[in-house]
């Protein structure tokens, strides 16, 4: 018999408990109350009821989702939320084994592993026919990354309350690659966007290279199963890559070539290797057998053990009627939390979100409100909300606000941001994002708003990459980024980290009355044509803002070809020429005419500068430069600015900058 009491007592990071009851759900329709055996069940009595609004009331504890749930066509409004709000009811995606049988590891296996660890690891195999009831099973590492998307992510492991993780070298950041003996081929260079006399198309090769510690890399040549996360070239690239052999003399050759090509500066760490698995806490994921190694104290050897499943959405929604979910915990699983397609009124609100595979929430169309909910340790991006249609410019109204984000990506390192937009009129509001290795915030599109929100210690694993971003469009005008307040991106002038980057000449974006407190570089404009940065303030930054002139620099060959350029391609398909674009964006129409390349109609006016020289700004016969001040500021030492921020009510040098209003708590 299961332990109740004891498991009730153990609390993964998330919050939810490690039990196993039976799940308890009820309907409301009409009047009527009625019990249903599952989730499932509820869903299927909510669709027959006729009723214009059901509600499902899920009881306190861990509901158990063996398969995606989904919510789909014509039906009645629908509410999904915890019976007691005070006691939220967790769907999760993990199996729950209450008492483990971890066994000595065999002989095979123990002789991959370091001396010192042999007395340590032991070995669980998940039961067949358990797994069978399962949509999903045990997820070694998946090919993934910046760029390489997928549907369900890695298992992760839990033993009590502690998480394992992969076997790794080093144990923490990465390893320089050594000798680089052939970067691979570079899939990158064969696509249609790049000029035609740089393209290469040549057949996939992964790269090869010799580690420094050579004799170390020996030590991998027995594993299998074993795999390799690098930023590979670029700061802003990583992808986790299946290794292929190790050779006899340490050099690793990898299955898969890196979308940009392996170059020297790359670094790089090994995973999943028993011969790395030298310390507590780390595992080996064997997929294939369905078995667990890991190193796991004596003590706890008994405890409950939960291992994520589950490789498709926890909840599926595609219904045009109303659906609101609210104060439901999702937790532990390999995919989605919650993917809402064309849901025309979605609601997601006091939710929380934890230990998620990809993305959190995911919206494609419809319109879809987030509002008042918690983000922590998300493999992917926390929510992305797409929709709109551009060539009417009419708006998606998806909403996210008064919300919590931390350790987003922590799977998926790069471009997989706390919150994307994309589409037209979309609104990031009043959130609060932190520890993130890349993007807090990207956009692409028209007529978004990201304002009001509270952004700190976020890039902190990448360069050339900002807080809150966007890239390589011209047509991306009418975004606002206003009243938000960004600090602690470090950095350094060689990996240019900032608080705002408007990459590649995105053009058309207002930066308005934001604050910026001990960011390595306020903004990076990247060249692009009508940005303007007004009315903000910059506290001890490394300098305020670097606007250059790319489409007359490094880029001019990148837009001298429409037929091969991105910008040219995503100009041709917005309708300039035609309403409501001509009125709404007039200026748009002259960019190929009026002075090509260079960043016409840039203004950077009325700033205050704080402790932060302005920086550069290269071409100042396009770039309006004016009445930007250095002021003096008596209480804007970090912990003061924070606590006027959260208060909502930052003054700095006469202007007034960041979030307005008090946040939520
Ligand atoms: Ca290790």
Redesign the pocket.
């Known amino acids: 018999m299961r332990n109740f009491g004891l498991a009730l007592t153990l609390s993964l990071p998330c919050g939810c408990a490690i039990q196993q009851r039976p799940s308890d759900v009820v309907v409301e329709y009409a009047g009527r109350r009625e019990r249903a055996v599952s989730i499932e069940d509820a869903l299927r009595r909510a669709k027959e009821s006729g009723a214009e609004r059901v509600e499902i009331l899920l009881a306190p504890g861990v509901h158990t989702v063996r398969r995606g749930l989904v919510w789909q066509g014509e039906g009645p409004a629908l509410v999904l939320r915890s019976e007691h709000a005070s006691r939220p009811a967790t769907l999760s995606g993990a199996l729950e084994v209450a008492t483990p049988a971890w066994r000595p590891a065999r002989e095979a296996v123990r002789a991959q592993l370091p001396e010192h660890a042999r007395a340590h690891v032991r070995t669980l195999a998940l039961d067949p026919d358990e797994l069978s009831a399962w949509q999903g099973g045990l997820g070694g590492p998946a090919h993934s990354g910046h760029a390489v998307e997928v549907r369900a992510a890695r298992s992760r492991v839990h033993v009590g309350s502690s998480e394992l993780t992969l076997?790794?070298?080093p144990?923490e950041g990465f390893a320089p690659l050594g000798v680089l003996v052939d970067g691979g081929s570079t899939p990158r260079n064969a696509e249609d966007d790049i000029p035609l006399a740089q393209r290469k198309v040549e057949p996939p090769r992964g790269a090869r290279f010799v580690p420094e510690d050579r004799e170390r890399a020996r030590r991998w040549a027995l594993s299998t199963g074993a795999w390799a996360h690098g930023y590979w070239n670029w700061d802003w690239s990583d992808e986790l890559l299946p290794i292929e052999s190790v050779s006899a003399d340490g050099e690793v050759k990898l299955a898969l070539p890196h979308r940009y090509g392996v170059a020297a500066r790359g670094r790089f760490a090994v995973l999943n290797v028993l011969a790395?698995?030298?310390?507590p806490g780390?595992c080996v994921i064997d997929e294939e057998q369905g078995l667990i190694h890991a190193w796991i104290d004596a003590a706890q050897r008994s405890d409950p053990v939960a291992i994520t499943l589950l490789d498709e959405p926890l909840l599926r929604i595609e219904t045009t009627s109303e659906a609101a979910v609210q104060d439901v915990s999702f937790s532990s699983t390999r995919s989605a939390a919650i993917e809402a397609h064309d849901a025309a009124g979605l609601r997601v609100e006091r939710c929380s979100f934890a230990l998620i595979g990809t993305r959190a929430i995911d919206v494609e169309g419809g319109r879809a409100e987030i509002a008042h909910c918690q983000l922590d340790r998300i493999g992917g991006m926390g929510v992305r909300l797409v929709g709109g249609d551009r060539p009417s410019l009419a708006p998606a109204g998806h909403v996210v606000r008064d919300s919590r984000f931390t350790r987003c990506g922590d799977l998926q390192r790069t471009y997989h941001p706390a919150i994307d937009l994309d589409g037209v009129g979309s609104a990031a509001l009043n959130n609060e994002i932190s520890d993130l290795p890349h993007i807090a915030i990207r956009y692409m599109g028209n007529e978004h708003r990201i304002v009001g929100n509270l952004v700190h210690h976020v890039v902190l694993e990448t360069g050339d990459a900002g807080a809150i971003c966007t890239g390589r469009d011209w047509t991306g005008h009418g975004n606002v980024i206003e009243g938000n307040f960004v600090h602690s991106i470090p950095g350094s002038e060689e990996r240019f980290q900032n608080a705002v980057y408007i990459d590649d000449m995105s053009s058309g974006v207002t930066v308005r009355g934001n604050l910026f407190a001990d960011c390595n570089w306020g903004l990076l404009v990247g060249g692009g044509r009508d940005v303007r940065v007004e009315s903000n303030a910059f506290v001890r930054c490394g300098k305020a803002i670097s606007y250059d002139a790319r489409g007359v620099g490094w880029m001019a060959p990148h837009i001298a070809d429409p037929a091969t350029s991105t910008l040219h391609r995503r100009l041709a398909a917005m309708p300039i020429d035609r309403e409501p674009w001509k009125s709404r964006y007039p200026l748009l129409g002259s960019y190929l005419t009026d002075r090509f390349g260079r960043p016409v109609g840039g203004v950077v006016r009325g700033n205050r500068l704080v402790s932060t020289p302005l920086g550069r700004i290269d071409d100042r016969e396009c770039v309006a430069v004016l009445d930007n001040v250095e002021v003096a500021c008596g209480n804007c030492d970090l912990g003061s600015l924070v606590g006027s921020a959260r208060a909502g009510c930052v003054e700095v040098g006469g202007v007034r900058v960041g979030p307005v209003g008090p946040r939520p708590r």
């Open positions: 076997a790794r070298w144990d790395e698995l030298d310390r780390e």
